[in-house]
């Protein structure tokens, strides 16, 4: 294994000479360097210092930060100019029903936050049927943005039926929904049924989370049920793809 260090570069490990383009060689090379010498909050180096530091040009060095870039190892934050490393992308288990937004991140090492965005009464023929409900009931819509460390990674509605928790507006709606459920639901939740999909961002869902508009999306549509089999919510979630991998456990049937 090659090692670099502290801050230093090795010029050696870069041959003008090899079939392998110049600035993939200086791509790997800047990937070890950074992840060994560089934490998540240290800027990393500008492409003059990195020129200065390998002897290459210019030109080389932007291919190879671009490379790095487009793979999502390195990132620009948008209130700073200086590289920086990304974080590694939580895994996303989708037999979780408590914490799905939070919990993982948390065990990323990631620091999640969730800011409401609005509140109102609705009455949706197709909410309801998939809730089980009578076309004309009236159920809550909570839309929310979720956050890992400050970046928004996914946008959330959630339907719930007044009559099941008409004190629902009481509640701080920015903490965990299922954790509200648990408190003031006559019955536990017990199991969702959820479905994954991947399509482009509507303009809406591009601007909540940053994305040019047409991007690529992955949704995840879930009614939670409770113990006693009533529908408690519908939810819609639109998830950056960059920001998540998932994962899942499955068993041979009998």
């Known amino acids: 294994m090659t090692v670099i260090n502290e801050r230093k570069g090795n010029y050696s490990l870069l041959d003008a000479n090899s079939p392998v383009p110049l600035f993939h060689q200086l791509r790997d090379l800047l990937d070890l360097w950074f992840h060994q010498a560089f934490t998540l909050d240290d800027d990393l180096p500008t492409e003059k210092e990195i020129t200065e530091r ?3 040009s210019r030109i080389t060095v932007r291919r190879a930060l671009d490379a790095l870039i487009n793979e999502d190892i390195v990132m620009r934050p ?26 993982d991140l948390l065990a990323a090492g990631i620091q999640p936050s969730t800011k409401t965005l609005s509140f109102n009464r609705t009455i949706n023929e197709r909410v309801n049927a998939s809730l089980h409900l009578p076309a004309d009931a009236e159920c809550f819509c909570v839309e929310r943005l979720h956050y890992a460390a400050e970046q928004p990674v996914a946008h959330q509605l959630s339907y719930i039926p007044v009559s099941l928790l008409p004190q629902l507006e009481t509640y701080d709606l920015s903490k965990s929904l299922m954790a509200i ?20 961002a509507t303009l809406d869902e591009a601007l909540h989370l940053e994305l040019p508009v047409g991007s690529a999306v992955i949704l995840i549509k879930r009614v939670a049920y409770m113990e006693n089999g009533q529908a408690a919510e519908y939810f819609i979630a639109t998830m950056n793809p960059k920001f998540y991998q998932f994962s899942m ?3 041979a049937e009998d």
Do not use: C, M
Not at 80 to 101: A, D, I
Not at 181 to 200: K, W, Y
């Open 54 to 56: 390998f002897g290459v």
């Open 181 to 200: 459920f648990d408190q003031a639901l006559p019955s536990p939740i017990h199991r969702g049924e959820q479905q994954l999909l991947v399509r482009n």
């Open 249 to 251: 456990t499955v068993y």
């Open 78 to 103: 948008k209130s700073r100019g200086r590289l920086r490393l990304r974080r590694t992308s939580p895994v996303q288990r989708l037999n979780r029903l408590r914490g799905f937004f939070t919990d």
